[in-house]
DNA sequence: AGTTGCGGGTTAA
DNA sequence: TTAACCCGCAACT
């Protein structure tokens, strides 16, 4: 019960900092990737860990400029909501992903609850002094360090990998609804058109 | 069409 | 100086 009493190698696992000029290299153990990293959380991932190599949260983090080639900074998006507060099955509300980039964002707030047709609205992070929370990362020799500032103030939105099935599936459906593939215009249409006149 | 990283540039505290 | 954010570019999916 009692989880103090740490050696000095345990502190310094501990106690670095993204801006340190050197940072732990006596890993003994790294962490297993975190999807949803929160609340100040600082994490040392192994160099091979294809999810820290990307830098990857579940969170909507979007890259934003720190003048720092050496450190990867992100901030949060927030989560897309229903502005009528609808309720799927189960009570289930709609926590949908923001699009990172700016103008598919744009267009994506134009777009209609995909549960009860009504405007969407997108609830901003907050939870960093107000602004969104940020995620540092640093390459560093054998290990990829994490560390995020903040704790989000709002639901989780949906993961990379469920807004895409989201995505694919509207694809689906409207495809299906469509014209029959390929019944457009033959190539002796196509020349006819652009026959002299 | 959307994600990710990069870096120049602006603005306000 | 610091931090948030805008913008366009390019690679990749």
Redesign the pocket.
């Known amino acids: 019960m009692e989880p103090e009493d740490f050696d000095s190698e345990d502190k310094e696992m501990l106690s670095w900092d993204i801006n340190d000029m050197k940072l732990p290299q006596n890993v003994k153990k790294t962490d297993w990737f975190q999807e949803w990293p929160d609340s100040y959380e600082k994490h040392i991932y192994s160099s091979e860990d294809r999810n820290a190599q990307?830098?990857?949260s579940s969170w909507a983090?979007?890259?934003?400029?720190?003048?720092n080639?050496r450190i990867?900074k992100?901030?949060c998006l927030g989560v897309v909501v229903c502005s009528r507060d609808c309720s799927a099955e189960e009570g289930r509300k709609i926590y949908l992903?923001p699009?990172?980039?700016?103008?598919?964002r744009q267009?994506q707030q134009r777009k209609r609850c995909p549960n009860c047709d009504g405007p969407l609205k997108l609830i901003p992070c907050r939870g960093?002094g107000g602004?969104?929370i940020?995620n540092f990362g640093k390459h560093d020799r054998r290990f990829i360090f994490l560390q995020s500032k903040g704790e989000h103030d709002h639901p989780k939105p949906e993961t990379?990998l469920e807004?895409e099935a989201r995505?694919t599936m509207k694809k689906v459906h409207t495809a299906s609804a469509s014209v029959p593939l390929k019944l457009k215009e033959s190539p002796e249409a196509k020349i006819k058109h652009t026959l002299p006149r």
Do not use: V
């Open positions: 990307r830098h990857l983090m979007r890259n934003t400029n720190n003048h080639s990867l992100k901030s992903r699009a990172i980039c700016d103008k598919a267009k960093h602004f969104p940020t990379k807004a995505r």
